[in-house]
T-cell receptor
């Protein structure tokens, strides 16, 4: 059974710092990995998706890496801003062959606060 | 230009009632999902569905049933509601195994 762990559970840093959020998963047979942010009382916003064959993806100040063999992913946020304050969720999609649909397995998230 | 929408946004009801939550996506995706976010904010897959296959998480009680009138809709029906069903329910969609896009959530409170 796939399990996803995110460390740290909470993080508070001053504005402008670069930071790294960690995600690990127990079963390396994944199809892809997705990072989301969730603002309080809101839905999930997709940030980055990394296919199992990829090593990293970048979008603006965000960079996500994937080491499938070791079951790890990191989300790097450069030059953090107060607007980055949210809960960041890591989720993996199971590997499969031949088709079919299946859902994501989520970590419990990292609650990030950027102090102005 | 809403991508994935859900109605209602809030739902307060009594134990034992039957309720439905509607979900619609206008992204042209072929796969839709329902997730449950519990009081500890942990998200868990309930169902995934494309036009050929329904995959059910084995932990979901059979009081929950998804119904898809067409490719753009996947509604969630819940029978005989229980206190433990109180949670936020999210609908999502994707193109096969691509990026999943989530709706805003439906906050269900069972009294």
């Amino acid at each position: 059974k796939q399990e996803v762990t995110q460390i740290p559970a909470a993080l508070s840093v001053p504005e402008g710092e670069n930071l790294v959020l960690n995600c690990s998963f127990t079963d390396s047979a994944i199809y892809n990995l997705q990072w989301f942010r969730q603002d309080p009382g809101k839905g999930l916003t997709s940030l980055l998706l990394i296919q199992s064959s990829q090593r990293e993806q970048t979008s603006g100040r965000l960079n996500a890496s994937l080491d499938k063999s070791s079951g790890r992913s990191t989300l790097y946020i450069a030059a953090s801003q107060p607007g980055d304050s949210a809960t960041y969720l890591c989720a993996v999609r199971p590997g499969y062959s031949g088709g079919g649909a299946d859902g994501l397995t989520f970590g419990k998230g990292t609650h990030l606060i950027i102090q102005p | 230009d809403t991508a994935v929408s859900q109605t209602p946004k809030y739902l307060v009801t009594q134990m034992g009632n039957d309720k439905s939550i509607k979900c619609e996506q206008n992204l042209g995706h072929d796969t839709m999902y329902w997730y449950k976010q519990d009081s500890k904010k942990f998200l868990k897959i309930m169902f995934s569905y494309n036009n050929k296959e329904l995959i059910i998480n084995e932990t979901v009680p059979n009081r929950f049933s998804p119904k898809s009138p067409d490719k753009a809709h996947l509604n969630l029906h819940i029978n005989s509601l229980e206190l433990g069903d109180s949670a936020v329910y999210f609908c999502a969609s994707s193109r096969r195994s691509g990026t999943q896009y989530f709706g805003p959530g439906t906050r269900l409170l069972v009294l």
